[in-house]
């Protein structure tokens, strides 16, 4: 059903004329008779000439029209030439026509969307006029080939009417909705649309009937300024009713349906006592939008009743000043914005889009920026409250632990538990609207890397899960920092040095102070071999280092190296430890003092930045490929805890015939992920894959990786 609202005489007669000046231009007769549709919508909404007359520019001149135009700047005037050009730097989002809310946006799509949302601040009026030019380009999708009219009915679907959803520009938003859900769901479309076309004389004359009623009762009650009308219901919020509570559409109470406009707040609540005392309410099915708003502020009393012939009826109860918001949501108020007082509920509506798209708050945020406002702009919204009757606004899925991180940062890290209505529930629990919430909590936060899984359902809101990585990050940082400290202290004391050294290790290391040097030790991005290095180079001369090495040779095994040094006699030895070099992978050596030369793979973090600070001890190397040698490895499995599993993984070595030199076994009691590392030694890094390839078999192992 399309808006059909006229506007107002003398807009329709200046857009008559701008139309008239535009078509004598030579404007594209297609694009002209779009921008007068989208005009005239926009008018009807705003009353906004302006407005009206920069949008039906907008759509001429995407279609061609120059711009630089001195009769149209002299007839439609400066500020409808702005508004214009506002519309074209909003920009297109060009949506694919498989596009989904889970794929996110690519940058310039995501660009797009968020130039909508900062016009919502800067000016809304823009927001109406794109949205009124989608909805003429989807009446008019019927003459466009199957894909452009599919990907414009995705678009609208998935980001422009959940938009308008959540401004409150309702008057758009239901034909939005039963125009795309025409195109992506013809056969429920066309189902639903003759159930309805099949009752509709009757159901025209019941309504009829009901609202004369309605009308003599108000009077008698002394509610005398009250209009009632039929309103018709959009087949799209038909199908979702139907989706959600699973019914037939012989189920619905709300196919009929009035509304009763009053003048107050207190008018309102004395109508639904009329209501009420006329037919019997059906129970579950009545809505205090008022007392408890939407998410886009919009405000209404919904009941349902046995009305006359014993037929389900809905009704919908709600102010003049509600009704207004109801058409246009937060566009309603932008004069507000020009000057003087501004009304609550636009800055609650520009509070929200300021929260959407605060650079403080997105770097909390994975993804691109669908995923930091799927919650707010996708989801519905549920209202659950707190002991003292507070309210608060969740996205539907919501738990009670999302409940907690809502309320405060501190109350969710706390959380151990949860009461809805007295009861005790688990916390991946959904809540429902108007639940009372509870939470229970322990002294100290702990929160659980379980929160985070999202098989597990612990969260809904992305909101709630960013606060949640936050801490661990801190709570990682730490201990990698006391690691750090620690190991960097015992490294001091062998080397008999002191404290005063670690500012020139922090150089040395091309660290920005100590306490990244202590994290990054922690992390084991700087290796306790880089470490020792560093130190042995600070307590002596850098000039001795080769020489020393090659004194050592008359004492040195005279087993055949698994490496040949080019262009030096055999010298000693060491595989690296930081990245444990295998053949055939690009290696090179680094002189150090007293263990000769140590063998590292040629992109090593480490051996870079050792050869940015003194490249003469790097030397070149290539593995002697006819030696008997095996070179140590180290091995990282990680599986979900069993029992059984490390004899499991030590089968696996014993059937590549390799022996463990080492292993350390550690389970994590929060997730019961067990961590296995294992030190071994290997031919060449054929036989490392393949050892990998069957331990990552292994039934429960998550991964099995070779640590650098």
Known sequence: METATPAAPEIAA???????MLAGLGADQGALESGVDAAQAVAALTLDAELAAGTMLHRVRVAGLPRDNPPV???????????????????????????????????????????????????????VAHLAEQLVQLRDARNLAADERRRLAVETREILAPLANRLGVWSLKWELEDLSFRYLEPEDYHRIARALAERRVDRERYIDEVCALLQLELRSADITAATVYGRPKHIYSIWRKMQRKQLAFEQLFDVRAVRIVVESIEDCYAALGVVHALWHYIPDEFDDYIATPKDNEYRSIHTAVIGPDGKSLEVQIRSRAMDQYAELGVAAHWRYKEGGVRDKGYERKIEWVRRVLDPAQSSQFEGDLIERIKGELFADRIYAMTPRGEVVDLPRGATALDFAYQVHTALGHRCRGARVDGRIVPLNQPLSNGGVVEIITARQ??????????E????????SRAKVRAWFRRVDESQHRSLGRETLERELARVGAGPEQIATLVRELHTENAAELQRRIGEGDISATALSQALARLRAPAAAPLATARKRTGHASTARSPVEIEGVGDLPTTIARCCGPVPPEPIAGYVTLGRGVTIHRKRCPNLLRMQAANARRVLRVQWNLGADSLLPVRIRVEALDRRGLLRDVSDVMALER???????????????????????????????GRVLQRLSAVPNVLRALRLA
Request: negative net charge.
């Open 456 to 463: 597990l359902g612990f969260l809904a809101s992305p909101k």
């Open 14 to 20: 200046q857009l008559d004329s701008a139309r008239a």
């Open 658 to 688: 390799l022996s463990i030199d080492g292993v350390n076994s550690d389970t994590d009691p929060s997730d019961r992920i067990a961590t296995i590392v294992m030190r071994t030694a290997v031919r060449d890094s054929e036989q490392l």
């Open 445 to 454: 936060a702990a929160p659980s890397r379980d929160w985070l899984s999202p």
């Open 73 to 127: 700047a002299a007839q439609l005037g400066a500020g409808a030439i702005r508004v214009a050009e506002a519309l074209e730097r909003l920009g297109e989002l060009h949506l694919p026509a498989d596009w989904s809310a889970g794929q996110g946006l690519n940058a310039q799509q995501a660009e797009t969307l968020r130039n909508m949302l900062l016009a919502v601040a800067a000016d809304p009026r823009l927001v």
